[in-house]
């Protein structure tokens, strides 16, 4: 086989449109491509580009769990030329898909341990992927518990999977909204993401947390995790610098000597230690 | 140059200024030196090779600090920075404007205006070689120009020299990053290129101050200084403007005669 | 490797030769006072009396602007037309010094890290280096520093060193080298066995860049960058004549239903270059900047890539409108 | 000039303010005024807002003549538009004519509500010259630099 052209996406119908949020949308993309689709394999915390024809190309992560055959999903945010070009394309329309590239969550390692998520905002899709995962292989993991907040209530994204989770039995879900972002109907916890997590204190047992979220809340969430006795090898994260090529060669994503796209998305807390805090 | 020498050293020192923008020996040529302390402030130089237009770095807020900085100035250097100063750009308080005159000496400005009043002696004219391309490209047929600019436009490898250099584009986002609409395609192509200058001109049209930083920097030696100049020659007469003295009655876009000519509209 | 004499006429003959190939040549050629690479027919286009081009050649294997793929959108759907190898030319690049072929590896190391860029290697499979070693140098040149040479042959296919005679020294280093010096296998001569070092430029080295990554190891904090950068302006001019440098951004060129995707140069430089979407930006101020430049092509490389990403052409230093010379700040950084 | 002016139908794209020109070339078509119809009409507020950039995609994307038309000087709905854009105008011929773009092929005019027949005017006089300028290929040939071999190896 002739060498394959890294910048040429595969071809993918929208098979489903969810709008999650104001502004943020969740396709459901299928293969056109039907041996394209079989070949296809991914593994949790994997990422993309995914591409609007006409407009060009933007990174996310897949949403969707690799145990789940035959489609991926992506969630993003409208806010550049890219992501509302997508936000304009229809269920059925043709978009381009390039991936997975980057590492993964260290599932296999995970084996027999506790799970706490922690995500804020759009970040729970990075995490939703690692959770469904998780639960669709319940019995490899201890106790699972997700701590998710949003700006308010309408920001909150996954609304029905919120609800499933929230039905689990084997799950503790926690979820809160910034203070003044609640409803009068509103049953979960009000105030930041750290400080949620500080009273929900997740024993730090033969436990790994993984957090996602903006910059300024992971800053904030990792002390508390500290205090609560995580070890920095049981503290996970992602890091979402700029990138175009997804592949190592077009330089945007360097945090020192190592490459977001390459050497990441995924990092532990111990990996971040060594790399300066200020590129990322 | 001991004067401006011990000038600096000294405002440094006392703590006047905590920082001294100037030139120091280059590799082939002056080149800008920011000076921290007095015994820095040694290194200074001042003649007629010092070409760069330090005007450039007083917009940039990480260079500049809090404190109050110096600058030794060049002619086109002040007129820049008074077009700076009528576009609020600049803090008079913070800024001590110093020059070397014809007679060495040492010239401080206490204020914007005696920087106006010292270079109304200083008429800006077109340099010889500038001239010559001007008159060479007026000689020439319409297509014949717009061969020469293509062909100079096929050069540019758009590093935006040209923008980093002058003192008077200082917008931190500029018109080739906005990409709802993409006025211009960010890579490097004759026409993308060419559609680069001229939204560089038009942005410039009024403001520009003919100090040819542009021109110098250009890497591969494109004349793009021109397009602004002939500009500035252009429209003077045409809205009441004097090449290298920035008005404070708003810049040739902002403004309007309603006896502006019409001739070519129908 | 083979080495061979070939004289003045012969010189002549095997240009012509390759011409007549169909081969592309693209050599130096000056222009409105400055030295470039461009397309050229005949032997007496090529410049003689010049140290380096303000450019360097990359642009043979990485455009500044390259269509990645096209595509036409139809009702919803889209059809693709991919990159077509094919359409590359044979490209020979005739009279580029040491310092241009070493500039390849790193290149190379870059466009094929684990994911091959079928691209860039389209362009650099049919392309044959022609290096000329240097007889003369200037004081931004420092090959030496960074394990090259004037006559340095790694990365050439064929060597040429120039004769008083008008004749040149040959070394055939590839088999990509001896299939050019066959397009006229008559022009050459055998072997003067004449002293090629006799003719290459003094280069003397100014540092030892083993010294400079054991520093840059752990001067990521050191206030230097911002010593050094503080006249530096933001342009892009370093990064576009770098034979090394290769960060692109990637866009789009849509009309109406039809689009190519299209790569092009970028530079660690410009100040959104890492900008994120949230409007955090990573390396907000110039310092952060320069300090990636020099830590990417002197650590960052060659550690994850085992490949230096300097071949101390100088280009940089020239074309920088204010004088940021990298020899001057490498060599202050290595005395530190 | 064009050996097949016979066969040439000039593509012209005219940028014209909402207030004067639109309602001007709408009044032409109620009077049944017959005019060429080789003008695609964009409509702007003002003259004000019609960026100089505008021209320039429109000839890179094939058109082969612009106009651009507004309210009459005094006349501005929003008071100083038309006086400003006029500045502009005047500032971007210099420019264009110095590097070489073909400024007979933008034609500007002040067309009111009233002047219908003024616009058919405009519009079927500028179809002549440009007809007689013949394509604008000089600039599209630069517009499609990225299908040259140059620029893909």
Same mark, same amino acid.
Request: charged content about 25%; proline content about 5%; overall charge negative.
């Given at each position: 086989?002739?060498?394959?052209?890294?910048?040429?996406?595969?071809?993918?119908?929208?098979?489903?449109?969810?709008?999650?949020?104001?502004?943020?949308?969740?396709?459901?993309?299928?293969?056109?491509?039907?041996?394209?689709?079989?070949?296809?394999?991914?593994?949790?915390?994997?990422?993309?580009?995914?591409?609007?024809?006409?407009?060009?190309?933007?990174?996310?992560?897949?949403?969707?769990?690799?145990?789940?055959?035959?489609?991926?999903?992506?969630?993003?945010?409208?806010?550049?030329?890219?992501?509302?070009?997508?936000?304009?394309?229809?269920?059925?329309?043709?978009?381009?898909?390039?991936?997975?590239?980057?590492?993964?969550?260290?599932?296999?390692?995970?084996?027999?341990?506790?799970?706490?998520?922690?995500?804020?905002?759009?970040?729970?899709?990075?995490?939703?992927?690692?959770?469904?995962?998780?639960?669709?292989?319940?019995?490899?993991?201890?106790?699972?518990?997700?701590?998710?907040?949003?700006?308010?209530?309408?920001?909150?994204? $996954?609304? @029905?999977?919120?609800?499933?989770?929230? @039905?689990?039995?084997?799950?503790?879900?926690?979820?809160?909204?910034?203070?003044?972002?609640?409803?009068? @109907?509103?049953?979960?916890?009000?105030?930041?993401?750290?400080?949620?997590?500080?009273?929900?204190?997740?024993?730090?047992?033969?436990?790994?947390?993984?957090?996602?979220?903006?910059?300024?809340?992971?800053?904030?969430?990792?002390?508390?995790?500290?205090?609560?006795?995580?070890?920095?090898?049981?503290?996970?994260?992602?890091?979402?610098?700029?990138?175009?090529?997804?592949?190592?060669?077009?330089?945007?994503?360097?945090?020192?000597?190592?490459?977001?796209?390459?050497?990441?998305?995924?990092?532990?807390?111990?990996?971040?230690?060594?790399?300066?805090?200020?590129?990322? | 140059?001991?004067?401006?020498?011990?000038?600096?050293?000294?405002?440094?020192?006392?703590?006047?200024?905590?920082?001294?923008?100037?030139?120091?020996?280059?590799?082939?040529?002056?080149?800008?030196?920011?000076?921290?302390?007095?015994?820095?402030?040694?290194?200074?130089?001042?003649?007629?090779?010092?070409?760069?237009?330090?005007?450039?770095?007083?917009?940039?807020?990480?260079?500049?600090?809090?404190?109050?900085?110096?600058?030794?100035?060049?002619?086109?250097?002040?007129?820049?920075?008074?077009?700076?100063?009528?576009?609020?750009? &600049?803090?008079?308080?913070?800024?001590?404007?110093?020059?070397?005159?014809?007679?060495?000496?040492?010239?401080?400005?206490?204020?914007?205006?005696?920087?106006?009043?010292?270079?109304?002696?200083?008429?800006?004219?077109?340099?010889?070689?500038?001239?010559?391309?001007?008159?060479?490209?007026?000689?020439?047929?319409?297509?014949?120009?717009?061969?020469?600019?293509?062909?100079?436009?096929?050069?540019?490898?758009?590093?935006?020299?040209?923008?980093?250099?002058?003192?008077?584009? $200082?917008?931190?986002?500029?018109?080739?990053?906005?990409?709802?609409?993409?006025?211009?395609?960010?890579?490097?192509?004759?026409?993308?290129?060419?559609?680069?200058?001229?939204?560089?001109?038009?942005?410039?049209?009024?403001?520009?101050?003919?100090?040819?930083?542009?021109?110098?920097?250009?890497?591969?030696?494109?004349?793009?200084?021109?397009?602004?100049?002939?500009?500035?020659?252009?429209?003077?007469?045409?809205?009441?403007?004097?090449?290298?003295?920035?008005?404070?009655?708003?810049?040739?876009?902002? *403004?309007?005669?309603?006896?502006?000519?019409?001739?070519?509209?129908? | 490797?083979?080495?061979?004499?070939?004289?003045?006429?012969?010189?002549?003959?095997?240009?012509?030769?390759?011409?007549?190939?169909?081969?592309?040549?693209?050599?130096?050629?000056?222009?409105?006072?400055?030295?470039?690479?461009?397309?050229?027919?005949?032997?007496?286009?090529?410049?003689?009396?010049?140290?380096?081009?303000?450019?360097?050649?990359?642009?043979?294997?990485?455009?500044?602007?390259?269509?990645?793929?096209?595509?036409?959108?139809?009702?919803?759907?889209?059809?693709?037309?991919?990159?077509?190898?094919?359409?590359?030319?044979?490209?020979?690049?005739?009279?580029?010094?040491?310092?241009?072929?070493?500039?390849?590896?790193?290149?190379?190391?870059?466009?094929?890290?684990?994911?091959?860029?079928?691209?860039?290697?389209?362009?650099?499979?049919?392309?044959?280096?022609?290096?000329?070693?240097?007889?003369?140098?200037?004081?931004?040149?420092?090959?030496?520093?960074?394990?090259?040479?004037?006559?340095?042959?790694?990365?050439?296919?064929?060597?040429?060193?120039?004769?008083?005679?008008?004749?040149?020294?040959?070394?055939?280093?590839?088999?990509?080298?001896?299939?050019?010096?066959?397009?006229?296998?008559?022009?050459?001569?055998?072997?003067?066995?004449?002293?090629?070092?006799?003719?290459?430029?003094?280069?003397?080295?100014?540092?030892?860049?083993?010294?400079?990554?054991?520093?840059?190891?752990?001067?990521?904090?050191?206030?230097?960058?911002?010593?050094?950068?503080?006249?530096?302006?933001?342009?892009?001019?370093?990064?576009?004549?770098?034979?090394?440098?290769?960060?692109?951004?990637?866009?789009?060129?849509?009309?109406?239903?039809?689009?190519?995707?299209?790569?092009?140069?970028?530079?660690?430089?410009?100040?959104?270059? *890492?900008?994120?979407?949230?409007?955090?930006?990573?390396?907000?101020?110039?310092?952060?900047?320069?300090?990636?430049?020099? &830590?990417?092509?002197?650590?960052?490389?060659?550690?994850?890539?085992?490949?230096?990403?300097?071949?101390?052409?100088?280009?940089?230093?020239?074309?920088?409108?204010?004088?940021?010379?990298?020899?001057?700040?490498?060599?202050?950084?290595?005395?530190? | 000039?064009?050996?097949?002016?016979?066969?040439?139908?000039?593509?012209?794209?005219?940028?014209?303010?909402?207030?004067?020109?639109?309602?001007?070339?709408?009044?032409?078509?109620?009077?049944?005024?017959?005019?060429?119809?080789?003008?695609?009409?964009?409509?702007?507020?003002?003259?004000?807002?019609?960026?100089?950039?505008?021209?320039?995609?429109?000839?890179?994307?094939?058109?082969?003549?612009?106009?651009?038309?507004?309210?009459?000087?005094?006349?501005?709905?929003?008071?100083?538009?038309?006086?400003?854009?006029?500045?502009?105008?005047? *500032?971007?011929?210099?420019?264009? @004519?110095?590097?070489?773009?073909?400024?007979?092929?933008?034609?500007?005019?002040?067309?009111?509500?009233?002047?219908?027949?003024?616009?058919?005017?405009?519009?079927?006089?500028?179809?002549?010259?440009?007809?007689?300028?013949?394509? $604008?290929?000089?600039?599209?040939?630069?517009?499609?630099?990225?299908?040259?071999?140059?620029?893909?190896?």
């Amino acid at each position: 086989m002739s060498e394959q052209n890294i910048y040429l996406p595969y071809l993918m119908t929208i098979d489903k449109i969810t709008n999650e949020a104001p502004g943020v949308k969740t396709f459901k993309l299928k293969f056109q491509n039907e041996e394209e689709a079989n070949a296809f394999n991914f593994k949790a915390g994997q990422f993309g580009e995914y591409s609007a024809f006409g407009e060009g190309e933007s990174t996310f992560c897949i949403a969707s769990a690799p145990t789940r055959k035959g489609y991926i999903e992506c969630t993003f945010r409208e806010t550049g030329k890219v992501t509302s070009g997508l936000a304009d394309l229809e269920e059925g329309s043709t978009m381009g898909f390039r991936g997975p590239f980057g590492n993964t969550f260290p599932m296999d390692e995970w084996k027999g341990k506790s799970l706490v998520f922690i995500a804020g905002g759009i970040a729970l899709p990075p995490m939703r992927c690692v959770i469904q995962n998780a639960l669709d292989l319940r019995e490899n993991f201890k106790d699972i518990t997700i701590v998710y907040g949003a700006k308010s209530v309408n920001d909150l994204v $996954y609304k @029905d999977e919120l609800k499933e989770w929230a @039905d689990r039995p084997d799950v503790n879900l926690v979820t809160t909204v910034d203070p003044g972002g609640e409803t009068p @109907d509103w049953k979960g916890e009000i105030g930041f993401v750290p400080s949620i997590v500080d009273k929900t204190a997740p024993s730090p047992e033969n436990t790994i947390a993984i957090v996602c979220g903006p910059p300024i809340m992971i800053k904030f969430t990792f002390p508390v995790l500290e205090k609560l006795g995580f070890k920095d090898n049981q503290i996970y994260t992602t890091l979402e610098n700029r990138m175009k090529c997804g592949v190592g060669k077009c330089g945007r994503c360097n945090v020192g000597k190592l490459y977001v796209c390459k050497d990441g998305p995924v990092f532990s807390k111990e990996q971040l230690n060594n790399i300066p805090a200020e590129e990322y | 140059m001991d004067k401006l020498r011990q000038r600096a050293a000294a405002l440094l020192a006392d703590g006047t200024v905590t920082l001294v923008i100037g030139y120091e020996e280059g590799t082939n040529k002056p080149r800008p030196i920011f000076c921290h302390t007095a015994e820095e402030a040694e290194k200074l130089i001042y003649s007629s090779h010092c070409i760069h237009n330090l005007a450039v770095y007083l917009t940039k807020k990480e260079l500049m600090g809090t404190g109050k900085v110096a600058i030794t100035a060049t002619i086109p250097a002040l007129r820049s920075i008074l077009q700076l100063a009528i576009e609020n750009q &600049l803090n008079e308080e913070n800024l001590l404007v110093i020059t070397v005159t014809d007679k060495e000496e040492v010239k401080e400005f206490a204020n914007f205006a005696e920087i106006e009043a010292y270079i109304a002696d200083f008429q800006l004219k077109l340099e010889g070689k500038e001239q010559e391309i001007i008159d060479k490209l007026e000689g020439m047929s319409r297509e014949e120009r717009f061969k020469f600019w293509m062909e100079e436009m096929s050069h540019c490898f758009k590093c935006y020299a040209c923008r980093a250099a002058c003192p008077l584009c $200082y917008c931190t986002k500029c018109i080739v990053e906005e990409n709802r609409p993409q006025w211009i395609n960010p890579w490097a192509a004759p026409l993308a290129n060419m559609e680069w200058q001229i939204n560089r001109a038009m942005h410039m049209a009024g403001r520009c101050t003919g100090c040819g930083a542009c021109g110098d920097a250009c890497p591969v030696g494109i004349p793009i200084h021109l397009l602004t100049r002939k500009m500035m020659e252009d429209l003077a007469p045409e809205f009441g403007f004097t090449p290298g003295q920035p008005s404070k009655n708003g810049n040739a876009l902002s *403004t309007w005669k309603a006896d502006d000519k019409e001739n070519f509209i129908r | 490797m083979e080495t061979k004499y070939i004289s003045k006429n012969g010189l002549n003959e095997w240009f012509s030769q390759i011409v007549k190939s169909g081969k592309r040549v693209y050599a130096p050629v000056k222009e409105r006072e400055q030295v470039e690479f461009k397309k050229v027919q005949a032997l007496s286009e090529v410049a003689d009396e010049y140290i380096q081009t303000t450019q360097s050649i990359k642009s043979a294997v990485f455009p500044r602007a390259e269509v990645l793929f096209s595509y036409e959108k139809e009702s919803g759907k889209v059809n693709v037309e991919d990159f077509n190898p094919d359409t590359v030319k044979e490209t020979v690049l005739w009279k580029i010094h040491p310092c241009d072929a070493a500039g390849f590896k790193p290149l190379t190391a870059i466009f094929n890290w684990d994911y091959k860029d079928k691209l860039y290697n389209a362009h650099l499979e049919k392309t044959t280096l022609v290096t000329f070693s240097c007889a003369k140098a200037d004081k931004s040149c420092f090959c030496t520093s960074v394990n090259g040479g004037p006559g340095n042959t790694a990365g050439s296919d064929v060597q040429l060193t120039m004769l008083p005679d008008g004749g040149a020294i040959v070394e055939i280093l590839t088999p990509k080298g001896e299939a050019l010096v066959q397009l006229a296998a008559s022009a050459f001569e055998n072997d003067k066995e004449e002293d090629k070092s006799k003719y290459l430029a003094d280069v003397p080295q100014m540092f030892d860049v083993e010294a400079i990554k054991a520093k840059l190891a752990t001067a990521f904090d050191s206030p230097v960058w911002k010593e050094q950068s503080e006249r530096c302006l933001g342009c892009g001019a370093c990064a576009f004549v770098c034979p090394t440098c290769a960060c692109f951004d990637i866009q789009e060129d849509a009309h109406g239903s039809k689009g190519k995707r299209i790569r092009c140069w970028d530079s660690c430089g410009f100040s959104l270059f *890492t900008k994120h979407t949230s409007g955090h930006n990573p390396r907000a101020v110039q310092s952060q900047r320069w300090r990636q430049r020099i &830590l990417h092509k002197f650590s960052y490389m060659p550690d994850r890539l085992s490949v230096l990403g300097c071949t101390g052409c100088g280009r940089c230093s020239r074309a920088c409108p204010v004088d940021m010379n990298i020899l001057e700040h490498l060599t202050s950084i290595a005395k530190k | 000039m064009n050996n097949n002016n016979s066969e040439f139908e000039p593509k012209i794209v005219a940028f014209v303010c909402n207030w004067c020109t639109y309602a001007g070339a709408d009044l032409t078509g109620t009077s049944r005024l017959k005019y060429a119809t080789n003008v695609k009409i964009v409509r702007f507020p003002c003259t004000g807002r019609i960026d100089f950039m505008l021209l320039l995609k429109a000839f890179a994307q094939g058109a082969d003549g612009v106009i651009v038309s507004g309210c009459h000087p005094n006349d501005c709905h929003y008071t100083s538009g038309n006086f400003h854009a006029r500045r502009r105008w005047i *500032t971007f011929r210099g420019l264009l @004519d110095f590097m070489g773009i073909d400024i007979r092929r933008i034609q500007y005019s002040w067309v009111s509500a009233a002047e219908g027949a003024k616009w058919a005017d405009i519009v079927n006089t500028t179809v002549a010259n440009i007809r007689e300028l013949g394509p $604008y290929t000089e600039y599209q040939k630069v517009a499609e630099y990225l299908d040259k071999e140059e620029y893909n190896g």
